[in-house]
């Protein structure tokens, strides 16, 4: 039997208002340009640190690149909350955690195409075990390394997670 390879995955195509019209695979959602829906989960150690990756060059989105949040589409019929926990243990490679703390969510229009984002949080205390297939690098970094790296721009990051932390950062600075 053979495995049902990343692009033959089902998604939910939705509107611009982030309601579902259809279903289709994740190839065509993706050569077609089709708005679906992804999760973004920042992942914190115990000292605070975020956990940041580079993606494995075999990724159908943005592969090599560096990230700050672990996640990825929703399967169809699966919502934001059930897909923020798979999506966490599954790169991460832990189980048991808690249900990643929703945020806030947005429309992604940028390089790679459009999708409804819902940023999430979690803290993760346990010892790590990246998905191998996903991860190709990872490493926990304080916020003020993190920034650095960003600012800096010698890492490629991914797009859709450059725009998730500048809108996190931005969501952080109006609740202090």
């Given at each position: 039997?053979?495995p049902?390879?990343?692009?033959?995955?089902?998604?939910?195509?939705?509107?611009?208002?982030?309601?579902?019209?259809?279903?289709?695979?994740?190839?065509e959602?993706?050569?077609?340009g089709?708005?679906h829906?992804?999760?973004?989960?920042?992942?914190?150690?115990?000292?605070?640190?975020v956990f940041v990756?580079?993606?494995t060059a075999?990724k159908?989105?943005?592969?090599?690149h560096y990230?700050m949040?672990?996640?990825?589409?929703?399967?169809?019929g699966?919502d934001?909350?059930?897909a923020?926990?798979r999506?966490t243990?599954?790169?991460l490679?832990?189980?048991?955690?808690?249900?990643?703390?929703?945020?806030?969510?947005f429309?992604?229009?940028?390089?790679?195409?459009?999708w409804?984002?819902?940023?999430?949080?979690?803290?993760?205390?346990?010892?790590v075990?990246?998905?191998?297939?996903?991860v190709?690098?990872?490493?926990?970094?304080?916020?003020e390394?993190?920034?650095?790296?960003?600012?800096?721009?010698?890492w490629?990051?991914?797009?859709?997670?450059?725009?998730?932390?500048?809108?996190?950062?931005?969501?952080?600075?109006?609740?202090?």
């Amino acid at each position: 039997m053979n495995p049902v390879s990343a692009a033959d995955e089902v998604l939910d195509v939705v509107d611009r208002d982030d309601r579902v019209t259809g279903r289709a695979p994740r190839g065509e959602v993706y050569a077609r340009g089709l708005i679906h829906r992804c999760v973004f989960v920042r992942a914190r150690d115990a000292a605070g640190r975020v956990f940041v990756h580079r993606r494995t060059a075999s990724k159908l989105v943005f592969p090599s690149h560096y990230d700050m949040f672990v996640g990825g589409v929703l399967g169809a019929g699966e919502d934001y909350a059930q897909a923020a926990l798979r999506e966490t243990e599954e790169e991460l490679g832990v189980s048991g955690l808690e249900q990643p703390r929703p945020l806030f969510k947005f429309l992604y229009e940028g390089p790679g195409g459009s999708w409804w984002s819902y940023v999430h949080e979690v803290r993760c205390e346990l010892p790590v075990r990246p998905q191998e297939s996903e991860v190709a690098w990872h490493a926990w970094l304080s916020e003020e390394e993190l920034a650095r790296r960003v600012a800096e721009g010698s890492w490629a990051w991914v797009p859709d997670g450059l725009e998730a932390y500048r809108r996190l950062r931005a969501h952080e600075g109006r609740r202090q």
